[in-house]
């Protein structure tokens, strides 16, 4: 019988971080090689990984970045095919890179919507896929941490964001990995959500500056998520602490989904 230090150990994994560069990504990069694996990120933007990956490898983790706009199947593709290069299979992949777009729903741009869907949901099914097929499936073996939102499991107060579309992503990604969860389960593949609420962060900096104090106030914790926050439930849903939890969503929100 393992000791609970050596489930939650990911010495000799190998984990691929997608919006890695910054934020949520980078915290949870950041735990999964405190605790032992080595992580390629991907993002966008090159400046960012570099900036990224010396954070990362100044605290002792072995990193690698991979540029890559995800909305984009042959790039997608090609990050896969990087990652695999470099780590020599893929343990754990997050599947954290995501955009929103504020609008009222009667005037929401359509190219807005495909947008926000494409990066937040078809990318995901498709990196997934190729993970599956290149390295999870023939390896009988896996952990997918999909990033949904609390976005995902209700709609937004009247009177504060106006995000429809990515609401929906979100939705579709919890039912996503539910569904994946079941299909998957025969190869030893384990699929779950992380459901965070307000981080601060590039994307929730305006929402924050406007709303911030009504936003905590709204939590029972009375706090926002800060830089730690995620660490222990994504090496939780990583490591082999979790290898018998598959198909759930897990709200990090300081319980605002709970009431």
Request: charged share 15%; proline share 3%; aromatic share 4%.
């Amino acid at each position: 019988m393992r000791t609970t230090q050596e489930l939650f150990s990911l010495a000799g994994k190998t984990a691929l971080v997608t919006g890695g560069s910054r934020g949520l990504g980078l915290q949870m990069a950041l735990a999964l090689g405190e605790q032992g694996a080595k992580v390629v990120i991907s993002a966008r933007k090159q400046a960012e990984l570099d900036e990224a990956v010396s954070f990362l490898t100044q605290r002792g983790i072995s990193a690698h970045a991979v540029s890559a706009d995800l909305s984009q199947d042959a790039q997608a593709e090609a990050l896969v095919d990087a990652a695999i290069a470099h780590l020599g299979h893929i343990d754990i992949l997050i599947n954290n890179a995501g955009a929103s777009w504020g609008a009222p729903a009667e005037d929401h741009p359509v190219e807005a919507w495909d947008k926000v869907m494409d990066l937040n949901i078809r990318s995901i099914f498709v990196v997934s896929q190729l993970v599956g097929k290149r390295s999870m499936i023939p390896r009988q073996s896996g952990r997918i941490i999909n990033i949904a939102s609390i976005a995902g499991l209700a709609g937004n107060p009247p009177g504060t964001m106006q995000t429809i579309a990515y609401n929906t992503s979100k939705g579709a990604l919890v039912n996503f990995t539910r569904t994946l969860a079941g299909e998957w389960g025969r190869y030893g593949i384990t699929v779950n959500a992380l459901a965070p609420g307000f981080f601060p962060s590039k994307m929730t900096k305006g929402l924050l500056s406007a709303m911030g104090d009504q936003l905590t106030g709204h939590a029972p914790l009375n706090r926002l998520g800060d830089d730690e926050d995620l660490k222990g439930a994504a090496v939780l849903f990583a490591s082999d602490a979790g290898k018998h939890i598959t198909g759930q969503i897990l709200a990090v929100d300081g319980g605002v989904s709970a009431v």
